[in-house]
């Protein structure tokens, strides 16, 4: 697998690729935060006044305030007991696994998980991981049934959003096959905080998960618009963290500045609620106009639309025309894709209506 095209951003919806200017509908900075004026400001003062790097691991010489600041943030925003950071996102679920696994006796993934979760899952004995069909809450049943021995605790291991696609996993159903057994889900939430459920809390919100069924994980560099992970869940979670995960002893932690954008992301979030809840609604009506044309997209309010004609050239002309009407065509081939891969379009809530016009026109006239 080749590392992608050379991208620059040259505003908040635009970039440079091959020295020309295109509207840009990739990545993940669901709002934008990443070049928002007083997130720049907020890293650059951090940065002049404490320097890149705590230079060291935070059980030593590397806990800055500022660190701590922005887990009592997080979890005041997810309305969590507490927030543990991570060096990234990618490494939450280590963190959140070697922190909870050895209250459980078996691992249910889901067969679609991100790698970031089937990895950590995949160092734990073979025997203890059981895999399930991709939001098959039935399948899943059934495995709990036919696998669990008397008195063995469960832990689901599951996408809030699907990365590829947006789609949400029916996480309360999961819940419902658990819950008598005494297991819980862990969540990998890393594009939902910030975009779905009440005030961007995120899929376990959206779900409506009552506090005790699960563990969330995320990240600050898909909607916040920075870098880092976190593990958030009840009080008591950042001692457990300490003691358990060598991920999170041994790690250097991010850099001030990013602690310092983070803080200032979750403020702009917490002050513009309408953020959130414009980009839902504008999403769903995108959707609805999506599947008008004959693509077939989820049903779902996260920022992401999955488009290929399943036809190499026709997913060759699309790309052709997004080039000629000045879009990035942001095609993904990725583990997990569809078969030959997939424009993975993303609307941001500072795209103008225009922007999102001409990307629909664009997919219209792919289908003629």
Same mark, same amino acid.
């Given at each position: 697998?080749?590392?992608?095209?050379?991208?620059?951003?040259?505003?908040?919806?635009?970039?440079?690729?091959?020295?020309?200017?295109?509207?840009?509908?990739?990545?993940?900075?669901?709002?934008?935060?990443?070049?928002?004026?007083?997130? @720049?400001?907020?890293?650059?003062?951090?940065?002049?006044?404490?320097?890149?790097?705590?230079?060291?691991?935070?059980?030593?010489?590397?806990?800055?305030?500022?660190? &701590?600041?922005?887990?009592?943030?997080?979890?005041?925003?997810?309305?969590?007991?507490?927030?543990?950071?991570?060096?990234?996102?990618?490494?939450?679920?280590? &963190?959140?696994?070697?922190?909870?696994?050895?209250?459980?006796?078996?691992?249910?993934?889901?067969?679609?998980?991100?790698?970031? @979760?089937?990895?950590?899952?995949?160092?734990?004995?073979?025997?203890?991981? &059981?895999?399930?069909?991709?939001?098959?809450?039935?399948?899943?049943?059934?495995?709990?049934?036919?696998?669990?021995?008397?008195?063995?605790?469960?832990?689901?291991?599951?996408?809030?959003?699907?990365?590829?696609?947006?789609?949400?996993?029916?996480?309360?159903?999961?819940?419902?096959?658990?819950?008598?057994?005494?297991?819980?889900?862990?969540?990998?939430?890393?594009?939902?905080?910030?975009?779905?459920?009440?005030?961007?809390?995120?899929?376990?919100?959206?779900?409506? @998960?009552?506090?005790?069924?699960?563990?969330?994980?995320?990240?600050?560099?898909?909607?916040?618009?920075?870098?880092?992970?976190?593990?958030?869940?009840?009080?008591?979670?950042?001692?457990?963290?300490?003691?358990?995960?060598?991920?999170?002893?041994?790690?250097?932690?991010?850099?001030?500045? @990013?602690?310092?954008?983070?803080?200032?992301?979750?403020?702009?979030?917490?002050?513009?609620?309408?953020?959130?809840?414009?980009?839902?609604?504008?999403?769903?009506?995108?959707?609805?106009?999506?599947?008008?044309?004959?693509?077939?997209?989820?049903?779902?309010?996260?920022?992401?639309?999955?488009?290929?004609?399943?036809?190499?050239?026709?997913?060759?002309?699309?790309?052709?025309?997004?080039?000629?009407?000045?879009?990035?065509?942001?095609?993904?081939?990725?583990?997990?894709?569809?078969?030959?891969?997939?424009?993975?379009?993303?609307?941001?809530?500072?795209?103008?209506?225009?922007?999102?016009?001409?990307?629909?026109?664009?997919?219209?006239?792919?289908?003629?």
């Amino acid at each position: 697998m080749a590392l992608g095209p050379e991208l620059r951003f040259c505003d908040r919806t635009k970039v440079l690729y091959e020295g020309k200017a295109y509207l840009f509908f990739g990545g993940n900075d669901y709002h934008r935060l990443a070049t928002h004026p007083d997130v @720049l400001r907020a890293a650059r003062e951090a940065a002049e006044a404490d320097g890149l790097s705590c230079a060291g691991s935070r059980i030593t010489t590397g806990n800055h305030p500022l660190l &701590v600041e922005l887990e009592r943030r997080a979890a005041a925003f997810l309305g969590a007991g507490e927030a543990v950071l991570c060096p990234s996102g990618y490494l939450s679920n280590t &963190v959140a696994l070697e922190t909870i696994g050895g209250e459980f006796q078996r691992f249910f993934l889901d067969g679609g998980a991100h790698a970031s @979760l089937a990895t950590p899952a995949g160092r734990l004995p073979r025997e203890m991981v &059981v895999a399930f069909r991709h939001a098959d809450p039935e399948d899943l049943a059934r495995q709990l049934q036919g696998c669990l021995r008397p008195g063995e605790k469960p832990l689901v291991l599951t996408d809030g959003v699907e990365p590829g696609d947006g789609e949400l996993p029916p996480l309360q159903a999961y819940w419902t096959a658990v819950r008598d057994f005494g297991g819980v889900l862990l969540v990998d939430d890393a594009h939902g905080i910030g975009v779905v459920g009440p005030n961007g809390q995120g899929s376990p919100a959206e779900a409506t @998960l009552p506090a005790e069924a699960f563990i969330q994980t995320g990240t600050f560099s898909k909607a916040l618009g920075g870098f880092g992970g976190l593990v958030a869940g009840p009080t008591g979670l950042t001692a457990k963290v300490v003691e358990k995960s060598q991920a999170f002893v041994g790690a250097t932690p991010i850099p001030p500045p @990013l602690a310092a954008a983070g803080i200032r992301a979750l403020e702009l979030l917490q002050a513009s609620p309408g953020l959130i809840t414009g980009l839902r609604t504008r999403m769903l009506r995108t959707r609805e106009r999506v599947r008008a044309l004959g693509f077939r997209v989820p049903a779902s309010p996260a920022p992401i639309l999955s488009i290929t004609h399943y036809d190499v050239g026709k997913n060759a002309r699309l790309r052709s025309l997004l080039l000629d009407r000045g879009i990035y065509p942001p095609f993904i081939r990725y583990p997990g894709s569809p078969p030959g891969g997939h424009f993975r379009f993303t609307i941001s809530s500072a795209h103008a209506e225009e922007d999102i016009e001409r990307l629909l026109d664009t997919l219209g006239a792919s289908c003629r």
